[in-house]
């Protein structure tokens, strides 16, 4: 299994605000796992949005 990361995470790798990741997952830009009220993000799943951002 893959390590998850929330979406706090992602934004302080891109250098973003949370909002922006949020607004990343409800686009379907970068998909996400929620999990109760918190959504999280794996490698697989950065690696894509990395692919598709470039």
Known sequence: ???LYTCAQIADRYHVKT???WDWI?????????IGKQYLISNEDI????????
């Open 1 to 3: 299994m893959s390590e």
């Open 47 to 54: 690696k894509d949005f990395e692919k598709e951002a470039t």
């Open 26 to 34: 409800r686009k379907q830009k970068l998909h996400a796992k929620k």
């Open 19 to 21: 909002l922006t990741v």
